[in-house]
């Protein structure tokens, strides 16, 4: 019987045309939410399916060459590839341990291979700061609240009653993996305990305040600085402000994303801001100063007579700063030449008159084109 499988892209939520980064990211997210050690209760075999379903869509998605051909050829184009249904949670960890910043298998005690595994370090955990143009200009701090699961108060995380302490697990004598005999008695197969999953000690009496998870939920209000020159999906790292590991491990980090306002003027190209000008077709023509908007307030910018719609020009030092290299970009102004609507009838008739005066020297463009034409007629 077939089973349906669903759409790689769908698994992580990320549309067709989505970036490397932003694959990485939703699928780095998705396995911290459905981790089997984050889910437990009657969830559990569903999170562990999807945490699965997630994990053989990001081997795809994130190698060009699959994702070539699955684009091209679907689920057929890509066969051959790990069967992650059959494969051990922690082992998937291994397999993408550049993503999680080397929690491995480890993430909420499950082993490796060689048994019962080390503490290791927390969730981490994301947010996202909103700035608008003239806070990246010059950097700024932002409080930040949010929740995360801290170690419960009452048992400092074990999860056991107070008075009592976690016991070695009976079923794997406190290995955290227990061996099963493999087909016809050929090999065996080492796996995670399911009673202690990997942890190699269970819980007898459960704190009443957690409930025996070890874990409460929590506010949280820290204090990131940004520095100057961000740009949008870059992050800035608060160590420690992630959920705290087992076993008295470190906690994870708190990765905030930059996510930048649009402004109302200025749009942005790497540090250079980009503003565009209305002028009026006499000030194109005659030339003259205007005050053009910049971060700061207004800056003098000579208009050369003869302007044409569309021409760019540039204010020095007048953009954002680089976020490595402090070095200044420039601000670049295209004018954009306003051709009236409505005119006075004293305006028509001094155009008329002007009209009259114009000759083929005083628009060389137009008299070019005029010239090929009459090449391409004749």
Excluded: W
């Excluded at 100063?289 to 007048?318: A, M, N, R, W, Y």
């Amino acid at each position: 019987m077939s089973v349906t499988r669903r759409d790689y892209y769908e698994v992580l939520g990320v549309a067709r045309t989505a970036s490397g980064d932003e694959i990485k990211r939703s699928y780095r997210r998705l396995a911290m939410k459905y981790h089997p050690d984050r889910n437990n209760g009657e969830g559990a075999a569903d999170a562990e399916v999807k945490f699965k379903e997630c994990a053989e869509a990001y081997e795809v998605l994130s190698d060009d060459t699959k994702r070539r051909r699955y684009d091209q050829f679907g689920h057929q184009g890509v066969q051959g590839a790990h069967d992650f249904s059959h494969m051990d949670v922690g082992d998937i960890f291994s397999m993408f341990d550049d993503i999680f910043g080397g929690l491995g298998g480890g993430l909420g005690g499950r082993g490796g291979a060689g048994g019962r595994s080390r503490a290791q370090r927390g969730f981490d955990l994301e947010t996202q700061v909103e700035l608008s143009l003239a806070e990246v200009a010059a950097g700024t701090e932002k409080t930040i609240e949010f929740e995360k699961q801290d170690n419960c108060d009452a048992c400092k995380g074990t999860g056991a009653k107070a008075g009592s302490s976690p016991i070695v697990c009976p079923q794997c004598g406190g290995q955290g993996r227990i061996a099963q005999q493999g087909f016809g008695g050929m090999f065996r197969m080492v796996t995670p305990c399911p009673n202690c999953r990997g942890r190699g000690s269970v819980v007898k009496d459960h704190c009443t305040a957690c409930g025996g998870t070890g874990r409460q939920l929590r506010k949280r209000v820290v204090t990131v600085r940004i520095p100057a020159g961000v740009h949008e999906g870059q992050a800035v790292r608060i160590a420690g402000e992630g959920e705290p590991g087992e076993n008295n491990a470190p906690p994870g980090d708190l990765h905030c994303y930059i996510a930048i306002k649009p402004h109302p003027i200025f749009s942005r190209h790497n540090n250079d801001l980009v503003c565009q000008l209305p002028i009026s077709f006499t000030q194109a023509c005659l030339g003259g100063s205007v005050d053009v908007p910049t971060l700061k307030g207004t800056e003098p910018l000579e208009i050369p007579s003869g302007t044409q719609h569309g021409e760019v020009f540039k204010l020095k030092g007048k953009g954002l700063p680089d976020v490595r290299s402090h070095r200044m970009g420039d601000e670049l102004v295209q004018v954009l030449v306003e051709i009236p609507r409505k005119l006075t009838e004293k305006q028509k008739q001094l155009l008329r008159e002007f009209a009259g005066t114009e000759d083929g020297t005083a628009m060389p463009q137009r008299k070019g084109f005029l010239d090929k034409l009459k090449d391409v007629f004749q």
